[in-house]
C-alpha cells in the first residue's frame, strides 16, 4: 500500500469540500426564498379563486369549469 | 512527502462527505415537493386565467388588458 | 499513527466528491428553472389580480374581500 493521499490531496479535498458546502449553503437559503414567494403565491391564487367564485354567484354569470 | 492524512483528518472528511450527503438529499426532497406545489399553481393559475377570459367574453364586459 | 487514507478511502472520497459536485449542480439548474418559472407565475398572478380589481371596478360589483 502506497502512501495514496499527498499533502496535495488533502488540500485538494479540503477545497471542494469548502466549495461544496458553500454551494449548499447558498441552496439551502435560495430554497428559503423560494418556500416563501410560493406561499406568497398560494395565499394570493386562493384570495383570487375565492374572488372569482364571489363573482360567479353573484355577478356576470361566467360559465362553470 | 509526508503522512499528511492523519486518522483525525481522514474520520473529519467523512463526517464533512456525510453531513453533505444528508443536505443534499434533504434539498432533493425539497425541491421534489416545490415543484409538485408549483405544478399545482400553474394548473391553478391557467384554470383562473381561463375562467376570467370566459367572463370577459360573457359576463361583465371587463377591460382589455 | 497509522497510514490511515488508503488508496481504497482515496478512492472512495473522490467518488463521493464527485457525485456531490454533480448533484448539488443539477440542483443548481433545477433552482433555476424553478426561479423563472415562479418569476412567471408571480407575472401572470399580478395580471390576474389586476383584471380581477377592474372587473370590480367597472363590472359586477363582486363582493370585496
Redesign the interface.
Known sequence: ???????T??SD?ND??SA??L??QQ??D??TV??A??AD??R??A??????A??KQ??????D?
Not at 500500500?1 to 499533502?7: F, P, R, T
Not at 384570495?47 to 372569482?52: C, K, L, M, R, T
Open positions: 500500500m502506497d502512501d495514496s493521499m499527498s499533502a490531496s488533502v479535498v471542494r469540500l461544496l458546502e454551494r449548499v441552496q439551502e435560495e430554497l423560494m418556500k414567494a410560493l403565491v398560494l394570493r391564487l384570495a383570487s379563486e375565492d374572488s372569482g364571489n363573482r353573484h355577478g356576470a354569470k361566467a360559465n369549469n
